[in-house]
Nanobody, 127 residues
């Protein structure tokens, strides 16, 4: 069982930055592929970014490419999402997700592929 706790959300002006963190429990965090998803009011949950457990491979949604960076610190059981040049359309609840991965360089970009989810953290970008 893995428990995920997100933090770092808040209110920021357009053009600003935030860094989200997701702290995971469990001894085998280093063998979990991780992802970030978001859900805006009235919209379906959408993929944002994912990282393999080796951290060597990452992928991003087109809407955030070049502005967001996903990273992880396996020694700290933590995955991060650095968000720069934020836009009002980035406003959403952001969720961290995890799943076990047998390949060190595999990432997953579809929400049904993930086993564990955090409770979410609100990000609001004002114009």
């Amino acid at each position: 069982q893995v428990q995920l706790i997100e933090s770092g959300g808040g209110l920021v002006q357009a053009g600003g930055s935030l860094r989200l963190s997701c702290a995971a429990s469990g001894r085998t965090f280093s063998m979990y592929a991780m992802g970030w998803f978001r859900q805006a009011p009235g919209k379906e949950r959408e993929f944002v970014a994912a990282i393999s457990w080796s951290a060597l491979r990452t992928t991003y949604a087109d809407s955030v490419k070049g502005r967001f960076t996903i990273s992880r610190a396996n020694a700290k059981n933590t995955v991060y999402l650095q968000m720069n040049s934020l836009k009002p359309e980035d406003t959403a609840v952001y969720y961290c997700a995890a799943r076990s991965a047998y390949s060190s360089n595999t990432y997953y970009s579809r929400d049904h592929e993930y086993e564990y989810w955090g409770q979410g953290t609100q990000v609001t970008v004002s114009s």
